[in-house]
């Protein structure tokens, strides 16, 4: 590892700080390598970046931001992740913090609504929530290893004023071990928005239910996937193996994977939306049956959505 990939890491494992504390941490860190001229010697001295970012955080966690917040809200603001939206009336910050090994997550299923919400790679299972009342989270491991996930904050009716405060803006972090082997990955969305590009993990079932929420989730690997989606836009992209059943009401879903196309197999139902496969459209109320089911099998249903697959060999 050399001094790119450990800040790389690094800044990877501090998106929950505001940008300016990012900055702050990253540019010491930069000097800190720069000064020892052996990125080698450097990392032995300050250990993994995983430790280091935890150092990080609990220095900067939940420090009260009354003046600061008091002069972003007469200009312009320059938050992080996380920013000074997680604070609540009192202008103290509330941290909802949670931490599971890897190993002893077998499944997740989570519910998240009414969020900002992004998943990152790391090293263990964890969730960090600010601008969220501590009672709209749950999460908690079963015997089975099922990992349960909810979050669903309520909207204060402070966020609808004309006022320029920033405050109150529910933002939620997820960490999910890269290279994770899962038995199921369940995931329901309402109003949220989730950014989920930086995970890579792998699972016996996909399950995604995209209400009126976007959705961007990259490097997922699946013998078998449920996509539905009703009004919001899902990307996915990875593998998705055997059998993907998509159901697209008003939505938008956009799948790029790798494989193999001579071994895909198309079973599409149409109402006034479009169904895309590698370029190919079909459109208009209409049925479409594959001959023969191969090994990678979709079913698609789409209604008045769109449905854009894209199968590479990579």
């Known amino acids: 590892m050399n001094k790119e990939?450990?800040?790389?890491?690094?800044e990877n494992c501090i998106m929950a700080l505001p940008a300016a504390e990012q900055k702050e941490a990253l540019d010491y860190y930069r000097s800190f390598f720069d000064e020892a001229e052996d990125d080698q010697k450097a990392i032995d001295e300050l250990g993994s970046p995983e430790k280091l970012a935890e150092s990080i955080k609990e220095k900067f966690a939940c420090v009260p931001e009354k003046k600061e917040n008091a002069k972003k809200s007469e200009g312009k603001s320059d938050e992080g992740f996380f920013g000074s939206g997680a604070e609540h009336g009192s202008g103290e910050c509330e941290r909802v913090f949670y931490s599971f090994e890897t190993a002893s997550v077998k499944s997740v299923t989570a519910s998240l609504s009414a969020a900002d919400i992004r998943f990152i790679?790391?090293?263990?299972?964890?969730?960090e929530a600010r601008g969220v009342d501590s009672s709209a989270v749950d999460c908690s491991l079963g015997g089975d290893g099922n990992l349960r996930i909810e979050c669903k904050p309520s909207i204060s009716g402070r966020f609808w004023n004309h006022s320029?405060?920033?405050a109150t803006k529910p933002r939620v972090l997820i960490t999910i071990p890269y290279g994770a082997v899962l038995d199921s990955f369940k995931?329901?969305?309402?109003?949220?928005?989730?950014?989920g590009r930086d995970v890579e993990f792998s699972c016996g079932m996909f399950y995604i239910d995209v209400g009126c929420a976007n959705a961007a989730l990259g490097s997922i690997e699946a013998k078998r996937a449920d996509i539905r989606c009703g009004m919001g836009n899902a990307e996915i992209s990875g593998r998705l193996g055997e059998l993907c059943n998509i159901d697209c009401g008003m939505g938008n879903v956009k799948l790029v994977l790798k494989g193999d196309p001579k071994k895909v197999s198309i079973d599409s139902k149409v109402g006034l939306g479009s169904i895309k496969f590698n370029g190919q459209r079909k459109a208009g109320v209409m049925k479409d049956f594959a001959q023969v089911r191969l090994d990678n099998h979709f079913?698609?249903?789409c209604g008045m959505?769109?449905?854009d697959i894209n199968v590479r060999e990579i």
Do not use: W
Request: glycine content about 12%.
């Open 5 to 10: 990939e450990y800040l790389k890491q690094l």
């Open 121 to 127: 790679g790391g090293t263990k299972f964890s969730l």
């Open 164 to 166: 320029r405060s920033v």
């Open 187 to 195: 995931l329901r969305l309402g109003a949220a928005n989730l950014i």
């Open 299 to 301: 079913s698609v249903n």
């Open 305 to 307: 959505g769109n449905v």
